[in-house]
């Protein structure tokens, strides 16, 4: 199937469109689009870890002035904004050296499937968790991720349904959100979050008011306009009701159990361990998801129940009834390890099968030699 995309973001087209046409001028035409998508995959990775490994608990920045040097904040914008550029000129880049395929695709919007929870982990430690004066709760980072991810998957089920990736208005915004959050603790220091903004409302508030804003009323109902309207002009992908909602199913499924994990965990995981639960979160999503999108581009059905459900199921009643006792902790820390490995095995996989099918190379631009 042909890949079409539409981008109706005024940020996007008025402003960022021209710097990306300005900046994909120096990129030399013998770089494979896939390493442009990788790189940036690659550094949000990095920044994710460095910022990790001087606040791993989220407290950091509650103190003031904060734990994490000012030089992390400043390399967290540089990174940020190339891996929003390189994301941005990928695609751009496959269609002046005429490699646009469907490995690319899926290799986009797969690395975009984890990198979405990423940003979003790695902006916690900015303004911290609460420490009774300012900062953001473990379960408000919990909610914001989840409508992040949610959004995510509203775009990528509204394409499984119509065929068209209508680009969410949100993700430039965020990029340039997050982008101008890291400069100003780099040049102001955290004290800019610990401080009320107007009203006695902070910064962190305004931004989790402007993000379930804009997933509630203008990301979600726009997927259900685009899809109504593909159901009214006749060109929707799936006849039946049942066929275009199963996709919802398992993220659906998944979003429950992980919830009541965190509702009745004994030990309360998600305030012990609130990197790691996270992290858990964003990878087990970006699997699901990147099942979704392999359906959406082969046209075929998606499997009712995710495989990772089941032993997610075991885990999280195990956890409740208190079988777990105190071992809660290590069995999260060793089921993390797991679906992360399975998820880097599954990106692999289908990587190599995709890349032999298509007799291409994933990082290179010259052809494989037919056996």
Request: aromatic share 16%; with cysteine.
């Amino acid at each position: 199937s042909q890949y079409s995309a539409v981008d109706t973001n005024p940020l996007s087209v008025y402003i960022m469109q021209p710097i990306w046409n300005k900046i994909i001028k120096i990129v030399p035409l013998w770089i494979a689009p896939n390493l442009l998508t990788f790189s940036g995959f690659v550094m949000i990775l990095f920044n994710y870890f460095l910022i990790s490994f001087y606040d791993w608990d989220y407290t950091a920045s509650g103190t003031s002035p904060g734990l994490v040097p000012t030089w992390v904040w400043l390399f967290s914008a540089f990174t940020t904004f190339c891996a929003y550029a390189l994301d941005s000129i990928d695609g751009k880049h496959a269609r002046r050296t005429q490699s646009s395929t469907p490995l690319g695709e899926l290799f986009d919007h797969g690395l975009d499937s984890w990198a979405t929870s990423i940003f979003v982990l790695s902006f916690f430690s900015v303004c911290s968790r609460d420490n009774g004066k300012a900062g953001v709760s473990v379960y408000t980072m919990y909610i914001y991720l989840s409508i992040v991810l949610f959004n995510f998957m509203c775009s990528h089920w509204e394409k499984y349904n119509t065929g068209v990736l209508f680009l969410p208005w949100g993700y430039d915004i965020s990029q340039v959100v997050l982008i101008a959050a890291y400069l100003l603790t780099g040049t102001v220091g955290v004290e800019v979050w610990q401080k009320p903004l107007l009203f006695g409302y902070y910064i962190t508030d305004v931004l989790v008011i402007l993000l379930i804003g804009f997933s509630l009323f203008l990301s979600f109902p726009q997927t259900l306009y685009n899809i109504h309207r593909a159901h009214l002009k006749k060109t929707l992908k799936n006849d039946s009701l049942y066929e275009g909602l199963l996709p919802l199913v398992s993220p659906l499924l998944l979003f429950i159990l992980l919830t009541v994990w965190v509702v009745l965990s004994p030990s309360n995981i998600l305030a012990k361990q609130p990197r790691l639960f996270l992290w858990m979160v964003g990878v087990a999503f970006s699997n699901v998801i990147c099942k979704v999108i392999i359906c959406q581009m082969s046209s075929t059905r998606p499997e009712l129940f995710h495989w990772f459900l089941f032993p997610l199921a075991l885990v999280v009643y195990a956890a409740i009834s208190g079988l777990l006792g105190r071992m809660e902790e290590a069995v999260l820390g060793v089921f993390t390890t797991l679906v992360t490995a399975a998820h880097v095995h599954y990106g692999i996989c289908v990587g190599r099968q995709l890349s032999e099918h298509l007799n291409i190379y994933i990082f290179s631009l010259k052809k494989r030699v037919q056996e």
